[in-house]
């Protein structure tokens, strides 16, 4: 027919599709499109057919729904095995030494349990000294032997593990909890800052070994007269001396081991919080999901 023949001046620009090409696409893209909605109706109708069977385990939601939960439950895990060292002079109190014994036996392979740098609960201190736990118990300068004391109902009974490793373990709990109140808005401390708090734990820790080389009681460490000529002697004597509570030995290894566990939650739960947020976003649990990232009318 005459009016369907193109006009001279009508001719295509290069790469332009004919009005019969475009609808020939547009039709293609519709088959298209229809068949993928047709394949997510049937994986959607095979999982709720899984989901309806005897046997179904919902490992995927539920591996979801841990991730978004991982501080909820690295906290509990932080709580109770902060708080297992707790029980054992309780159970001890309360006449039940098997139980006891059993944290006891477990916390020894995680620290070295001397009783002169162990809290005490259920005595007259809280803390005592070398010689005082000698005369309790037997006058040795073996670690395995004083390890050993666990307490008595006069003196109370021990922690499960020191107070360097109660103050590491309690600010790893704690420096958690503070956490969830501002993982939205913290960033994660550098390498060289989480060196600077581990520091002062391996300078003090260090010193420790050495001077124990010497023997329990008779080493720098356990003097620290080197400490009183530095402040001329200004602070009082049981200070200086010993490890008992309010001792700068004691001060240190409460403050060093706050450190390491502040640095520690500062250093590596900015870290997990977007590993673990970036993974609930991308598990393929639910046909929505895939149908939004395929931008597809539903």
Known sequence: ???????????????????????????????????????????????????????????????????????????????????????????????????????????????????????????????????????????????????????????????????????????LFLAGLAFALVRRRILPLPWWGFGLFLLPMVMDGTTHIVSDLAGFGQGFRDTNGWLATLTGGALPTWFYIGDALGSFNSWMRLLTGLLFGVGTVWFGFPHLEPMARESGERSPDTVDVALQRSRLPR
């Open 1 to 171: 027919m005459k009016g369907s023949q193109p006009l001279p001046g009508d001719q295509l620009a290069p790469g332009q599709d004919t009005p019969a090409s475009a609808e020939n696409d547009r039709g293609q893209d519709s088959k298209s499109d229809d068949a993928l909605r047709e394949t997510f109706r049937r994986v959607a109708s095979a999982r709720k057919a899984e989901a309806s069977g005897p046997g179904y385990i919902p490992t995927r939601n539920a591996g979801l729904g841990l991730r978004r939960r991982w501080l909820l439950i690295v906290n509990l895990a932080f709580g109770v095995y902060a708080g297992l060292p707790w029980l054992a002079p309780v159970l001890m109190q309360a006449g039940q030494p098997g139980f006891a014994r059993g944290i006891y036996l477990i916390y020894s392979t995680q620290c070295h349990q001397l009783p002169q740098r162990s809290f005490f609960l259920f005595g007259q201190k809280p803390m005592y000294s070398l010689d005082e736990i000698r005369l309790a118990w037997q006058d040795a300068n073996n670690p395995r032997t004083l390890r050993q004391f666990v307490g008595n109902p006069e003196m109370g009974w021990k922690m499960a593990w020191s107070d360097r490793m109660v103050s590491m373990y309690t600010g």
